[in-house]
């Protein structure tokens, strides 16, 4: 049997999610074959990270007649259940299928790629989101700077995000637009992650990586989108996480 499952989303944690959500198909389903449909949204960058991850599926240009198609296979937000889960729910109402949400089963890298000269109990974090103020679920560049700056006086820091984020000055190790085995190494080797719902937060659940997620505008909520190993903090305020951080991991000061 041959589904069809078209993306039009950008985002590397919509993906990531996608690649949990064919896990869950291979699981349970191995007879059926997964098709992508190719979107414009689904860069090149995009097609190499759903390469990356351990899960069977194909590429094509467009859907066979009559088989089983969704045009925009997106998750159906409902505060009471996990993005995962959402998108599971459509697909088996748009496929027929018969497919059960586990909550630990994540999609796995292929294999990691870990660069030379990271400092060892290293945290791993962006400088931003999708955008640089602050608004909706985005806690904005200046805040990631400031927290940046407080922990770094007791942990290592090293940045990953996109191309043309803007530089952590306390960052010992600076990655962005890597090659997705050397961000899944990345998160594979840090002490733990620091992000908010985005793309660092779904690879570092499907590896089941420790990250402090930071839920600051009601978008989202810890329902919606936690992951094996998360620690939600619903707050905004710098000095808050820091000190929540702090408390949890309990670290010595460094020189």
Do not use: G, T, W
């Given at each position: 049997m041959n589904i069809y499952l078209q993306r039009n989303a950008s985002g590397l944690g919509d993906w990531t999610m996608t690649a949990t959500v064919i896990t869950h198909i291979h699981a349970q389903r191995p007879d059926v074959n997964v098709k992508l449909v190719r979107s414009p949204q689904a860069t090149p960058f995009l097609q190499e990270m759903m390469a990356s991850f351990d899960i069977n599926f194909e590429w094509v240009d467009y859907a066979e007649p009559h088989a089983p198609y969704i045009k925009h296979f997106?998750?159906?937000r409902n505060q009471d259940k996990h993005l995962i889960e959402g998108m599971i729910e459509c697909l088996n109402h748009k496929t027929g299928l018969d497919i059960h949400y586990v909550p630990d089963l994540m999609c796995a890298p292929k294999s990691t790629s870990v660069p030379e000269g990271l400092p060892p109990g290293y945290?791993?974090?962006p400088s931003r989101g999708k955008k640089s103020k602050a608004m909706g679920k985005e806690w904005g560049?200046?805040?990631?700077?400031?927290?940046?700056?407080?922990?770094?006086?007791?942990?290592?820091?090293?940045?990953t995000g996109a191309s043309g984020d803007p530089?952590?000055?306390?960052?010992s190790n600076v990655y962005l637009k890597c090659e997705p085995p050397t961000l899944h190494g990345l998160i594979q080797?840090?002490?733990?992650a620091v992000t908010m719902v985005n793309g660092l937060c779904c690879l570092a659940g499907a590896q089941k990586k420790k990250a402090y997620t930071i839920y600051c505008g009601g978008v989202e909520t810890p329902i919606l989108a936690t992951f094996p190993n998360q620690i939600p903090l619903v707050m905004s305020d710098a000095n808050d996480i820091f000190n929540e951080i702090?408390?949890?991991?309990?670290?010595v000061q460094l020189d």
């Open positions: 997106v998750y159906k945290v791993l974090m560049a200046s805040n990631f700077s400031r927290l940046a700056k407080m922990l770094s006086q007791h942990f290592p820091i090293v940045q530089i952590l000055d306390c960052a080797n840090c002490r733990f702090i408390n949890k991991e309990k670290p």
